[in-house]
């Protein structure tokens, strides 16, 4: 039943939008790079990965950065932490981890109890490119790497890795060197 005072509280609101809208409205996710300002406390060159926001940020100066929307680890396989990109790679080849085929062998069972690596190419997992990341001098088997699966930008979907759209990868990949500092908070 409507009373009086439902009624009326209903009426003020909806003459008074600004009020009723008390909630935000929810910005919507966009992976492709823009440059961005960012916290005075991370040095050009480096690289910063936010998972929880999907976005992977290349700062270029001072308070400037260029931001790439990105994909990420499982609850639980996320890499986090601060690494080195001491290898990269252009239409790298690439094989499961072992703990990968073992945690989900019929997705991987064509790499089951053979040293078979998927050569480079189009339909490669890890896509156009790759930066492979380091702990002292040590891989992680964590990259950021382009995606044959593009519609998984902006989730937490992989293995670990960091994914990108190839096309932003292969920017990224253009800009950053050898011994680039990456950090994942």
């Not at 996320?78 to 062998?105: C, H, L, N, S």
Request: hydrophobic share 35%; glycine share 10%; charged share 20%.
């Amino acid at each position: 039943m409507v009373t009086r005072r439902v009624f009326m509280a209903g009426t003020a609101v909806s003459l008074l939008p600004g009020i009723a809208s008390a909630k935000k409205k929810a910005v919507e996710y966009d992976p492709t790079p823009q440059y961005v300002r960012i916290k005075k406390q991370f040095l050009p060159g480096q690289l910063l990965v936010a998972p929880r926001s999907f976005y992977l940020y290349y700062v270029t100066e001072p308070r400037k950065a260029i931001r790439y929307g990105c994909g990420v680890g499982k609850a639980g396989l996320e890499f986090t932490g601060t690494a080195t990109i001491d290898v990269k790679k252009e239409w790298p080849t690439w094989r499961p981890t072992e703990e990968m085929i073992e945690r989900d062998p019929v997705a991987y069972a064509k790499f089951k109890d053979n040293d078979y690596v998927q050569p480079g190419g189009g339909d490669n997992p890890l896509g156009a490119r790759a930066l492979y990341l380091f702990q002292n001098g040590v891989d992680t088997y964590f990259r950021i790497h382009g995606t044959t699966q593009p519609q998984t930008i902006g989730r937490a979907v992989s293995n670990g890795c960091i994914r990108m759209l190839n096309e932003h990868v292969i920017d990224l990949y253009n800009r950053v060197p050898v011994g680039t500092v990456v950090t994942v908070v």
